[in-house]
């Protein structure tokens, strides 16, 4: 769908296949990586923000869906954050 995404690897996965699996989005700079060990609110609100369109970007990501999803989830993680601190 050529639709960005944050992946967070299992790190208990067998043979660590889902960063295997990760590896070719993240070479065609479809996806992100964030470590499960890394993943808080704010660091996934960061890797979030990393997908939205800058202005004179050259991304292959569809920035038109990419976009508008990634600002609702951001504001909902946000809002989240918020209530638990």
């Given amino acids: 769908l050529n639709v960005p995404a944050v992946l967070v690897p299992y790190p208990f996965a067998t043979g660590e296949h889902q ?3 990760a590896e070719t989005l993240l070479q065609s700079k ?7 060990r890394d993943l808080t609110p704010g660091t ?3 890797h979030i923000l990393t997908l939205l369109p800058h ?3 050259d991304r292959p990501m569809r920035q038109d869906r990419g976009r508008t999803a990634a600002k609702r989830l ?10 638990t601190q």
């Fill in 44 to 46: 996934l609100v960061q």
């Fill in 74 to 83: 951001a504001n909902l993680i946000g809002e989240i954050a918020d209530q």
């Fill in 19 to 21: 960063r295997k699996n």
């Fill in 30 to 36: 479809q996806a992100v990586l964030l470590e499960n």
């Fill in 55 to 57: 202005p004179g970007a």
